[in-house]
């Protein structure tokens, strides 16, 4: 994955994760947690990370549609 800043510098991000918004760092740092000690699948892990962030974050929601291409 890969971030296009609003310079349109093109980032690539640390530890393969990729988290936008409000409650991106929470469910970024939610999402790093998962995957170094669980074996959760990439949508689990997803789903469990921004549930995690709307529980932290009050400007993120519960409610959540995940896409997997």
């Known amino acids: 994955s890969l971030i296009i ?10 530890h ?7 409650g991106g760092p929470y469910a ?11 074996d959760l699948p990439a949508d689990q892990v997803v789903k469990k990370a921004l ?6 974050c009050i400007y993120t929601n519960m409610h959540h549609t995940v896409e997997t291409l």
């Open 5 to 14: 800043t609003g310079n349109g510098d093109v980032l690539e991000p640390e």
């Open 51 to 56: 549930e995690i962030a709307g529980e932290l």
């Open 28 to 38: 970024q740092a939610a999402a790093k947690a998962l995957l170094d000690h669980t």
């Open 16 to 22: 393969g994760l990729v988290a936008i918004g409000s």
